[in-house]
């Protein structure tokens, strides 16, 4: 069963103070892996989307990464504003259905 | 307008009744979807749309709930005889679709649906 788990549930993070958020797959045949910014009210905004392991894609102080089992979204120097949930979507070759994660509640504090 | 637009924002209603949502997505966008999104969870897929037709309806919780497609423009949610755990944000999105490639989804901002 194609499934996505994403890592941590919730993560505090000083202003500046960079980390990595962890977004772990399983799916017969990688079509595609996005990552969405949501904010509190809003939908989620689409930030990237990576094909193939190996591949990168940079959007000022992001930074997302795959390999063949997960995904990273790197921050660096953030700032208060990139406080939201960031979730990770993966697509299967198969089908056209897209399975989303949980998301990781990112909170960085001034 | 330039996004996906969703009607209505919030929707409160009673345990029994019919509820209808609607959905507009961005112009020219061939596939549009549906998802559920509870509380402190995930999205969690209903259905898809490419064109007018749902290819995959295996998301839909049970036979209360339907959805259609016209024109390859708007698309309505309705929600029968509405129940206490139907209640959530229901989300649309649309996008570029041409089966084998990829297209990022594009989000409205979804309808608070509460029932009492």
């Known amino acids: 069963e194609d499934q996505v788990t994403q890592s941590p549930e919730a993560l505090r993070l000083q202003e500046g103070e960079s980390s990595s958020l962890n977004c772990s797959y399983t799916?017969?045949?990688?079509?595609?892996l996005f990552w969405y910014r949501q904010d509190p009210g809003k939908g989620p905004e689409f930030l990237f989307t990576?094909?193939?392991a190996g591949e990168e894609k940079e959007k000022e102080r992001l930074k997302a990464t795959l390999t063949k089992k997960e995904s990273f979204l790197h921050i660096t120097a953030p700032k208060p504003e990139d406080s939201a949930t960031y979730l990770c979507?993966?697509?299967?070759?198969?089908?056209?259905?897209?399975?989303f994660g949980k998301g990781t509640r990112l909170h960085i504090l001034p | 307008g330039a996004g996906v637009s969703q009607s209505p924002s919030n929707k409160v209603t009673e345990k029994g009744k019919d509820v209808e949502l609607r959905c507009d997505p961005i112009s020219g966008h061939t596939a549009l979807y549906w998802y559920r999104q509870r509380l402190g969870q995930g999205l969690e897929f209903l259905i898809y749309f490419q064109g007018n037709s749902a290819p995959d309806k295996s998301g839909l919780p049970s036979d209360r709930f339907s959805a259609e497609r016209t024109g390859e423009s708007v698309s309505t949610l309705t929600i029968q005889r509405t129940q206490q755990e139907d209640s959530a944000v229901y989300l649309c999105?649309?996008?570029?679709?041409?089966?084998?490639?990829?297209?990022?989804?594009?989000f409205g901002d979804g309808t608070r649906l509460s029932i009492l």
């Open positions: 990576l094909y193939s």
């Open positions: 979507a993966v697509q299967a070759n198969r089908d056209d259905k897209i399975i």
């Open positions: 999105a649309s996008s570029l679709f041409h089966r084998g490639s990829n297209q990022p989804q594009h």
């Open positions: 799916v017969s045949g990688l079509r595609g």
